[in-house]
C-alpha cells in the first residue's frame, strides 16, 4: 500500500513572493505517477502539474514547478509569484503506473497544505 | 465543453436512510472514479468504472456502499442503511486516455 504525507498543515506567503509546500511518499513501486492538485473553498479539485517516476527532469507549468527526489520519496512544490488567487487547499496525490498500457488508477493523496496568500 | 456534474450539490438524510448520489461525467471519458472526502482530510478512494464494470472496488468501506454505470456513462453511487459516520463530501472524477482526472464540484451529504 501506498501512503502520502504532507506534514505542513498550513502554509502562509506575501503576494508575490516564493512558498514551497512539502510532500513525501511511501511506496514499494518503481513506475508511478505523482500530482499536486488544487482545491479552492468552492471544492472543485483542479490538476497543479505531474511527474512521471522514470523522468528525471522535475516539472514545471508557468509560476508551478516540482523538486522529485525519488530515492528521498520526496515531491515537494514551488509557487513563484504568489498570486491571491492560488490560495487554496493543496493535495499531494501518488498513482501507481497501471498494468496493460492504460493510463487509468486510483489516486492516493495526502492530508492537504492550506495555503494562504495575503495582500 | 462542460466538466464532471454532480447532483444534488448537498444531500441531508436521517440516519439509517437510503441515498443516492449522481455523477456525469465528461462526455466521452471511459474512466469514472469515486471518492470520500471527510472535513480537513484528503480524498479517499472509493471505487473506479472502467466503462460499464468496476475495475477497482476495494476503496469501497463495506456491503452498505454500492455503486453501478450501467451504460458507461452516468454513475450512481448507492448508501443503504445510512450513518452519522458516512457524513463526507463525495467526490467523482473522470478521465480518456490520460492519467489526469476531472473532478466534480462533490456532493455533501449530512447524515442527522
Known sequence: ?119 | GAGVSQTPSNKVTEKGKYVELRCDPISGHTALYWYRQSLGQGPEFLIYFQGTGAADDSGLPNDRFFAVRPEGSVSTLKIQRTERGDSAVYLCASSRDTNEQFFGPGTRLTVL
Open chain 1, 1 to 119: 500500500a501506498q501512503t502520502v504525507t504532507q506534514s505542513q498543515p498550513e502554509m502562509s506567503v506575501q503576494e508575490a513572493e516564493t512558498v514551497t509546500l512539502s510532500c513525501t511518499y511511501d511506496t514499494s513501486e518503481s513506475n508511478y505517477y505523482l500530482f499536486w492538485y488544487k482545491q479552492p473553498p468552492s471544492r472543485q479539485m483542479i490538476l497543479v502539474i505531474r511527474q512521471e517516476a522514470y523522468k528525471q527532469q522535475n516539472a514545471t507549468e508557468n509560476r508551478f514547478s516540482v523538486n522529485f527526489q525519488k530515492a528521498a520519496k520526496s515531491f515537494s512544490l514551488k509557487i513563484s509569484d504568489s498570486q491571491l488567487g492560488d490560495t487554496a487547499m493543496y493535495f499531494c496525490a501518488f498513482m501507481k503506473s497501471p498494468a496493460g498500457g492504460t493510463s487509468y488508477g486510483k489516486l492516493t493523496f495526502g492530508q492537504g497544505t492550506i495555503l494562504t496568500v495575503h495582500p
